[in-house]
């Protein structure tokens, strides 16, 4: 991973890691056609960490999951590193969704008799690399999220925010250079939420790694330098966010809770 730091950056001439133009989604139920996204447009450069926004059932996961290669626009492009994902084929595409995107759900989706470090190396089982292999890049990204000191616990015997943070190394263990989160901290609590933004700051920040994420929070947004507003459909706002929130800072201002009875 560290190779990519002097590759990838916040800089002008960065390229672009995503460019939709146009792009719609629509369902067939009935009789009826039902548009969800009607036509939206935007670019995302290599490096960018940003927000979307807008309300419920406006279309953000739908929109997600054609990033994420997951699902199709009904019409419209969308070019991935300069690429039109149209012209993939199914092999192509599941190459793209291995290696080149890192996805993290709001339910996290760990598999739930397997142990963080199981879970965290099956996309690289899937990718058929060598079992040694598999347990090193694993556990470096256990490390990565904080969690080396629990591999061999199973998502029952973790927080929700751990739980995340599981997933969030999954998404990383194949080296991404595109992280997209779907509510990442939809069912977490506050704390776990900044610790979830504090790994995607360093991600990007450190790794050059463009992330991506839903929220329903404000003060989650502004962990960004960028939110995207949907709204009926269409791209409402790009907003800048000029002074981030830091996590780190925040994290590290926060009055570590002393476990009750303290032993000394
Ligand atoms: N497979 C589907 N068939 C029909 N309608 C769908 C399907 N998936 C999502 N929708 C509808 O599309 C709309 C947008 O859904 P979604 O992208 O999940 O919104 P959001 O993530 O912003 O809450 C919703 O009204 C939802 O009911
Ligand atoms: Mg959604």
Redesign the pocket.
């Given at each position: 991973m560290a190779g990519r730091q002097a590759a990838r950056g916040q800089e002008d001439n960065a390229t672009m890691t995503i460019e939709i133009r146009n792009l719609t989604k629509s369902?067939q139920?009935g009789e009826f056609d039902?548009q969800?996204l009607k036509g939206i447009s935007f670019s995302v450069k290599d490096g960018e960490l940003c927000a979307i926004m807008?309300p419920?059932?406006?279309?953000?996961?739908?929109l997600m999951n054609i990033l994420g290669c997951l699902d199709t626009p009904t019409d419209g492009e969308y070019l991935l590193d300069g690429e039109n994902v149209a012209t993939f084929d199914e092999t192509r595409l599941a190459q793209v969704r291995n290696r080149k995107i890192g996805f993290v759900f709001q339910s996290f989706n760990l598999l739930k008799r397997t142990t963080a470090l199981d879970n965290v190396a099956l996309p690289l089982l899937y990718a058929g690399v060598e079992p040694h292999e598999r347990h090193e890049r694993a556990i470096a990204a256990l490390n990565a999220v904080g969690l080396g000191d629990r591999v061999d616990h199973k998502p029952n015997q973790l927080s929700g925010g751990q739980q995340q943070r599981v997933a969030i190394a999954r998404s990383l263990v194949t080296t991404p250079s595109l992280i997209l989160a779907d509510e990442p901290t939809g069912n977490l609590d506050s704390r776990s939420s900044v610790e979830v933004m504090d790994i995607f700051q360093r991600l990007n920040s450190q790794l050059g790694i463009t992330v991506m994420f839903v929220t329903h929070e404000p003060d989650i947004a502004e962990y960004t330098r960028r939110v995207l507003r949907i709204r009926d459909g269409y791209l409402g706002a790009d907003e800048a966010i000029h002074e981030p929130r830091s996590a780190a800072a925040e994290l590290a201002a926060r009055t570590e809770v002393i476990p009750f009875p303290a032993t000394v």
């Open positions: 369902y139920t039902l969800i807008g419920s059932g406006s279309g953000k996961s739908t």
